[in-house]
Nanobody
Framework: QVQLVESGGGLVQPGGSLRLSCVASGKDVDIFRFYWHRQAPGKQRELVAL???????SYGDSVKGRFTISRDYDKNTVYLQMDSLEPEDTAVYYC?????????????WGQGTQVTVSS
């Protein structure tokens, strides 16, 4: 059973920084793709960033140049470094992982962590 546990959310002023962590437990997590998604009140969930097993990365247009996704294989942890935060970044941030197993993609989600950007 794969479990994802996020942490690091909180309240930060505009222009500030936060680092989110997602600790993964289970079998073969080092070959998973990992994602950060976010969902603001009244809006659809959107992709923020992804990182592949080979550490290739991709970002949503709204966070390019401000957010950085990384992974530590030894700690089975994926990070999202968020800089130059804006009020529009306020949302619940979710970690997701997926693996191709038995001919289909299987998704795993964390419980989410709240990020609030406000003065």
């Amino acid at each position: 059973q794969v479990q994802l546990v996020e942490s690091g959310g909180g309240l930060v002023q505009p222009g500030g920084s936060l680092r989110l962590s997602c600790v993964a437990s289970g079998k073969d997590v080092d070959i998973f793709r990992f994602y950060w998604h976010r969902q603001a009140p009244g809006k659809q969930r959107e992709l923020v960033a992804l990182i592949t097993p080979g550490s290739s990365t991709s970002y949503g247009d709204s966070v390019k140049g401000r957010f950085t996704i990384s992974r530590d294989y030894d700690k089975n942890t994926v990070y999202l470094q968020m800089d130059s935060l804006e009020p529009e970044d306020t949302a619940v941030y979710y970690c997701k992982a997926d693996q191709y197993l038995g001919g289909r993609w299987i998704d795993y989600w964390g419980q989410g962590t709240q990020v609030t950007v406000s003065s």
